[in-house]
């Protein structure tokens, strides 16, 4: 049984979860990624949700304010032997929700076009493509995604 435990970025198994994400990222985002590590540093978030199977950490993903009204959705993640089984949904509808709860009223978030999952993942929850924001503004292999919650 999946359990989502919300937590901030203090949490171990965030940071382990995140470790695994970025030597992934490292790989996919090649010489791009210096550029984008920059802007995903995890000390001060303060909404992170970590998956458990039994007590085992699976998959990860946070939110930091993004202007009064929106979020941004950062560091999702799941480990590769649980892919395919609607987990990132899981823990991203729980962002939604936890966004929700304390009066945000939207998610906006940036990943790669080359992230063929990760922009499936978006889509099919809702979230429609908006204007690449900054810092993200001019880099083409980004896109830019919004969802009212």
Request: net charge negative.
């Amino acid at each position: 049984m999946i359990v989502l435990q919300r937590s901030d970025s203090s949490n171990r198994d965030f940071q382990a979860l995140v470790k695994k994400l970025d030597s992934e990222l490292a790989i996919e985002n090649g010489e791009q990624d210096a550029f984008y590590s920059q802007f995903n540093t995890i000390e001060s978030l303060q909404h992170c949700v970590v998956a458990l199977d039994g007590n085992a950490p699976i998959a990860s993903g946070a939110f930091k304010k993004f202007d009064e009204s929106s979020v941004e959705i950062k560091r999702m993640y799941v480990s590769p032997k649980h892919r395919g089984r609607g987990i990132s949904k899981l823990v991203l509808n729980e962002l939604e929700l936890w966004a929700k709860e304390i009066g945000y009223t939207s998610c906006v978030l940036e990943t790669g076009t080359f992230l063929t999952p990760a922009v499936g993942l978006y889509k099919s929850q809702g979230y429609e493509v908006i204007p690449n924001y900054p810092p993200y503004s001019d880099i083409e292999t980004s896109v830019c995604f919004r969802k009212n919650v």
